[in-house]
Each structure stands twice: as structure tokens, then as C-alpha cells.
């Protein structure tokens, strides 16, 4: 019986042994994880009555991934819409929340941009391609089509949000392939969301109702994954968690794979085994499998190929991180005197604060908190604040409410305090990744048998490691048959 080694137990891992062992009776699959939980930064906690998560807050329907797999898990009438309520999502500007613009009509009101730079924007479709680089950073890209006003306001605070990243320094294409994507095919943003839009209607996709849909609807929505997003922007998308949280996920991949997992194992290194691996543990133990799948960070796959393969490990060390700590805040209701209507907001770089953004946890799933009151989320640090990272937890509350207090107009301290520290929290997408993800290819193809899959290649989030996993789950079978 041929074995596989998956190595990592995060939503890359889990879903990747999954994805092998479904349908595979002939295929035998172990999981290790050197955690005494699984989900890696990816899981929740429950305290006081409130829902936290330590890393994602929840995944978006914008693509099937996910939503096909919580379906594939029995887990669809656990899912949890985001309230209808937080759609609207705010941006600090000079000490006021305003919404984002959702319409070309909203922009040209909104006070976000002057009028010069929201007929900047508006003139996007008269610019055609421009004078790209080989690689536009995301500002360069910004710049191009928007104007450094729009760049400034909206992309800046957008990789801030998604990466904790550098606007300057993150590559368009790595990151944001579907616009790179959309310029070069349409030659202008709008002009692509308009042919979308048109061929999204054709086919009669109805995007909101992916989770519950049927087959008829699903085979739809793999069609109409390959269209241009409708929208520039994640926030159009509808999010989707569970009651108990992301915990839920996690707990529905542990349940499926079974005896498949070994919790508290840690790796320590991997040797060549014949045509195959073997993965040395505690105490020396070694596990020996025809393939290995590593679906840990860049970094920790890197000390672990150290010997094994120096080169490769020497490429995958070339991939940063950025820190990132997530602080988790729980008021009384009368403790804070917004209105809390929306998702949450975020800060652009220019209006000075170390907090990225704030989301409003209680306004977008309600049962996250108890009954009175309210739950915030902080992001702090990022690729442009990486110090902030060593401040105490006492530190980083005082730096969070000091921000928050004239924002949110809070009248009274948190009840509820919780942070989440990730020294490299993030992978960076930064000028050259595309050509160090095929440099790491290119040496992965002297080791037969061995995958890396995870969000340090080909995207960052839920959906992206879950299409991710199930590629790569192919390629294993793929080469198991051969």
C-alpha cells in the first residue's frame, strides 16, 4: 500500500490529507502535527462567551473552494452568513469613518477623494494599458490606472488588510493576479467588471447562494470561477464562518481523517529514503512514506530540508514574513459609542496609526458575543511596523485603545482582553515571488515524490490553500500512479 506524509496541520494540511484519503482506499495517509491542536493560525477560542479567532475571521464565497468543501464535510446548514448589516466597510480618513464607495455614482459623492482624484479614477477606462514593468508593485499598478490619491487611500490600506504588507514593495501579479490579469486582457479594471458582470448574467451564476446551492448550481460556479472578479475588491464578496467559529472546520477535517492524525509529533528534519522520504521525530523516531507533503510555513519548510536539500531550503528562506499581532476586545455595548454599523475599517498608511484596521466582530456575526455586548478585532504590526510585534500585551492594549478611543468614541475600558502573536505571520508577496515560487519548482523536480503546498506560494487565504491543497492532492496521485 503506498503511504503519504503530510506534514503541517493547518487548513493546507488537513485539507490536503483529505482531498488524498477521499475516495483513495488503496492510498495510506498520515498527518503529523507537532501541536497539541490542529488548524495552525487558522482556529478559535471560547471565552467568556465570546468567539475568538486567532487568525482568519472567516472565509468568502467569492470562489467555490471552501464553500465545496464545508459541503463535501456535511457541515452546510452549519454555515454562518455574515450580517447583511456589515456589508458597508469604513476608511479612516482625518479622524472620520467614511464608507467605501460601492458604485461609480457613490465615488463621485464620497469625500474619501478629492474631486480631482475621483475623476481620476472615473477616467480609469480612457488610460488603456499604460507603460507597465515587467512586475508592478501594487502602488506602481495603482498609480497607473487610479492615480496616487486612490492609491494611497484604497490600495494601501487593501494590502494592509490582506497581507499587513507594503503597497510599494507587494508584486501585483503575485498577489492580485486577476488584475494583472484583467488590465492586460481588457486594458482597463472597468471595462473587464462590465464583461464579467454580462457573462456572470449569461450563465446565470448566482454567486449568493453557493453554499446551499445544488449540483446544477455548483458546476456553474466552477465555470464561473475562471470570469474576472465583479468587483475590484474582497468586500463584495459575502463571508461565511459557523457558530462555534473557524474551530468548526478544523473539526470537521480532524473528524473525517480519524486515526489518520498524530498530534504532538513534531518534525525535526527530513532525509531522502530510497525513492521515497523518511521524517525524523521525537526521540529519533523516523516515519518512511513513498511521498511527502510539506504543508508548513516557507520558513519552517526550509530548516527542514536543510539537508535534504540545501538548495531548495536556500530558496524557500528567501520568502518573508511580516509579524503580525491580533488583538481581541470585548466591551459593554454602552462602552462604545459608534454605531458599529458595518464590517469594520481600515487605516491608510498617511493618517498615522500603528493599528492597520478594526473589525467588528459582533456587528458581522452577532453570536460571536454575548448578549450586550460588543467584540473588536485589531490587526498591529505588518511589513511597515515590524517592532511592534515585541511590545508587551499590556503595551499593545494600551496602543489599541489609545487609537481606537477617538475613532469609536469609547467611553469605558474592555472587559474581555486577548492578543495573538505571529513573529512571521504573514508570507510576503513581494517584487520577484512569482520567479522564487518557480525557482522552488524547478528544484522540486529533483525530488520526486516530495509537494509543498500552504499560503507562502500562490495566496494567502482560506479559499486560495484549500484550491491549493486539492492541486496538489492531485499531483500526489498523479505521481503515485506513475
Known sequence: MPRTIVVGGGISGLSIAYFLSRGNPGLEVLLLEGAPRLGGTLG??????FILERGPNGFLDNVPDTVELVRELGLSDRLLKASDSSKVRYILKAGRLLPI??????????????????????????????????????????????????TRTFL???????????????????AFPRLAEMEARHGSLFKAMIQANRERRRLGGNRESAPHAGNNAEQGARTLE????????????????????????????????????????????????GRGYAVVGPGGTREVADCLVLAVPAYRAAALLHSAASDLSLSLEAIPYSPIAVVCLGFPREAVGHALDGYGFLAPRDQGLRVLGSIWVSSIFPDHAPSGMVSLRCLVGGARDPDSIDLSDEALYALVLEELRPVLQLRDGPTLKRVYRYTKGIPQYNLGHIRRVETIERHLWALPGMFLTGNAYRGVGINDCVREARRKARAVLEHLRR
Not at 44 to 49: D, I, P, R, W
Not at 120 to 140: F, H, Y
Request: charged share 25%; aromatic share 6%.
Open 101 to 150: 464607495p460601492s458604485s461609480p455614482p457613490a465615488l463621485l459623492r464620497s469625500s474619501l477623494l478629492s474631486l480631482r482624484g475621483r475623476l481620476r479614477v472615473l477616467s480609469e477606462p480612457l488610460k488603456g494599458r499604460g507603460v507597465q514593468e515587467a512586475e508592478d508593485s501594487v502602488a506602481a499598478f495603482g498609480r497607473r490606472r487610479f492615480g496616487d490619491e486612490a
Open 226 to 273: 475562471d470570469l474576472p472578479p465583479s468587483a475590484v475588491t474582497p468586500w463584495k464578496s459575502t463571508l461565511y464562518s459557523f457558530p462555534g467559529g473557524l474551530d468548526e472546520l478544523v473539526g470537521g477535517l480532524e473528524a473525517r481523517l480519524g486515526p489518520s492524525v498524530r498530534k504532538g509529533w513534531p518534525v525535526f528534519r527530513v532525509q531522502t529514503e
Open 156 to 174: 494601501d490600506p487593501l494590502v494592509s488588510g490582506i497581507f499587513a504588507g507594503d503597497v510599494e514593495r507587494l508584486s501585483l501579479p503575485a
Open 44 to 49: 478559535s477560542e471560547k471565552l467568556e462567551g
